[in-house]
């Protein structure tokens, strides 16, 4: 999975010729961009939460898109076995060194509680429907966090951030993305990706230190003020699910909350801390959204003027997931 989804919505970087207009579909929950051309091809926003939960709201244009399409064309390969093995290589520290080694001794024993924590409540998380498939909590901890200590502290970050209650209880079942994939491997469509893994790692891979730290011990402050019931999260993972089967564009854009990559600006920091936020948050956006969408715009275009005769389907996401 790619817990760092991007807002690939509108291509507004991507040069288009006068045959390539992109129209919005005009129904109101329908994240369909059609691409005018002959024959069709089309842009669908996809949203990084199990397919169950919103495939009965997906209007019929766009299933039917998919359907019609030669060729579905995704961010990252996620049926590919390298672009998991990749994945999980550039999340890792250098060999030999351990993430006790390069956290602050408060930090790193922080983490380890909250991890410890997580642990013992994953059981009473886990839903009946999860139970009768045979997927256990010892199970489920270990594929989400097994092997923390040799990861590197920004990936450990987005860990603890996916290791709440309400994530918990959506695994199990594929992410819309990857079902669209499966789906176009059993219908047997060509397939392809428009990002390496390096392009997605990379970035993330690029805060310095201090940035780093600030961020996981902001995301350990506030999930151990949710674990004292002190704070109530704004948004939830439900709250995204609603606004995508409502059509909701601009609330999944702009409620940064939502998102795998988190936002730390808070006015209750201290000035100095706020500065901090806003450059990481501003790192983010000019990495994983501006340079992101030019690079994929370009390659998009690329491949519509290399194949004037297929019909592509772009599935990209909606919003941060």
């Known amino acids: 999975e790619t817990p760092w989804a991007n807002v690939l919505l509108l291509f507004h970087l991507l040069i288009i010729n006068q045959n390539m207009i992109i129209l919005k579909q005009t129904d109101l929950n329908s994240f369909l961009w059609t691409i005018r051309r002959d024959p069709p091809s089309y842009f669908y926003g996809t949203i990084h939460v199990p397919y169950t939960r919103v495939w009965d709201f997906i209007p019929e244009n766009s299933k039917q ?79 989400i966090a097994g092997n923390w ?41 060509r397939t392809g990706a428009v ?37 109530q999260v704004p948004y939830t993972t439900e709250d995204l699910i609603r606004h995508y089967n409502c059509g909701d564009l601009n609330s999944i854009i702009f409620n940064q ?3 795998q990559v988190p936002n730390f600006n808070n006015v209750t920091l201290p000035p100095s801390e706020q500065v901090t936020a806003q450059e990481i948050d501003s790192y983010f956006r000019r990495e994983l959204i501006y340079k992101r969408n030019e690079r994929m715009g370009k390659r998009v275009k690329a491949l519509l003027e290399e194949h004037p005769d297929k019909s592509f389907f772009f599935a990209f996401g909606a919003g941060w997931c």
């Open 149 to 189: 200590e040799r990861k590197r502290p920004v990936w450990v970050m987005l860990m603890v951030n996916s290791l709440t209650e309400a994530d918990i209880k959506t695994r199990g079942v594929p992410v819309l993305d990857l079902y669209l994939a499966q789906e176009a491997e059993r219908m047997r469509k």
């Open 257 to 259: 909350d939502t998102s």
């Open 65 to 143: 898109a998919f359907q019609e399409s030669n060729i579905v064309y995704f961010e990252l390969d996620l049926t590919d076995p390298y672009t998991i093995s990749a994945l999980t290589s550039c999340q890792l520290l250098p060999q030999g060194e351990n993430l006790q080694d390069v956290l602050p001794r408060d930090i790193y024993r922080r983490l380890k509680r909250h991890l410890e924590y997580v642990k013992l409540m994953m059981p009473s998380w886990m839903t009946p429907d999860q139970r009768g498939k045979g997927l256990y909590a010892d199970y489920l901890f270990n594929a």
């Open 195 to 231: 990002e390496k893994v390096e392009e997605q790692c990379h970035p993330l891979n690029g805060l310095n230190f201090s940035q780093v730290i600030f961020a996981l011990n902001q995301t350990l402050l506030q999930q151990e003020s949710l674990r004292a019931g002190s704070l």
